[in-house]
């Protein structure tokens, strides 16, 4: 499993997401099946930046097919789709692309990003024909993975309207490092590695780009991790 997290409020969207990725085997004992979950690898990453103010993040299934990894599916999709491509078109394509190449596969997308001011966020399931679309009216945060805790705590916050991107990104980052120590103590440790942050402002003239850990502002150029991903 995984944790991935899209926060709006006013003046931004912060999106974060870890990097293990959990593998999954059987095992029979006194004719019993069970399920063994096992941490693969804690260097994964789960989030594509598709533009400055466009980001893609992922979780549950890592691999489309047998062959093709979700983080390549994206990158190969992000070289061919429109510059300009809206949140709600590039969810729509998501979904479309995913479903023409995979072998009955489920992933969970979240599609976060701003048509000019507008604050646009999706989630696609990729078992599903229909698209969600995430806080169309109001400000809060949209989760996927491993997220019961997390929705207990998010939910008892009220005031998303009054938050401040520092705000956000230290509630976001909190959340994400509480649950990467707690799952060291689960079965299999489902969430943890290197944490991803990154914020989009509202206003254009801000610039938005990775959070580097530990620092809310200034930023990394939202160019500079891309490098180490390919």
């Known amino acids: 499993m995984s944790l991935i997290i899209s926060m709006k409020v006013p003046e931004c969207i912060v999106v974060a997401s870890d990097s ?4 999954k085997t059987t095992k029979t004992e006194n004719d019993i099946k069970q399920v063994i ?3 693969y690898t804690e260097h994964t990453p789960k989030m ?3 533009r400055e103010r466009l ?3 992922y979780c549950d299934a890592m691999f489309v097919n047998r062959s093709l990894s979700v983080l390549q599916f994206l990158k190969d999709l992000r070289s061919v789709v429109a510059k300009n491509i ?3 078109q590039l969810a729509e394509r998501i979904l479309t692309e995913y479903q023409k190449v995979t072998d009955s596969k489920r992933t969970v997308f979240i599609i976060s990003g701003y048509v000019k001011t507008d604050a646009q966020i999706f989630r696609v399931d990729t078992t599903k024909t229909e698209i969600e679309v995430c806080h169309p009216d109001d400000f809060g945060p949209s989760l996927n993975g491993e997220t019961k805790f997390v929705h207990d705590m998010m939910d008892s916050i009220a005031n998303y309207q009054n938050m401040s991107p520092k705000d956000v990104i230290q509630l976001v980052s909190t959340m994400m490092d509480c649950m990467a120590s707690l799952s060291k103590f689960w079965e299999s440790q489902s969430i943890g590695g290197d944490i991803d942050l990154y914020i989009m402002f509202r206003d254009k003239s801000s610039k938005s780009g990775w959070v580097k850990t530990g620092q809310a502002i200034p930023l990394v150029p939202y160019g500079y991790k891309e490098a180490s991903f390919s």
């Open 20 to 23: 293990c990725m959990t593998m």
């Open 37 to 39: 979950a096992m941490s």
């Open 86 to 88: 809206s949140p709600k």
């Open 48 to 50: 594509v930046v598709f």
């Open 55 to 57: 980001v893609v993040t």
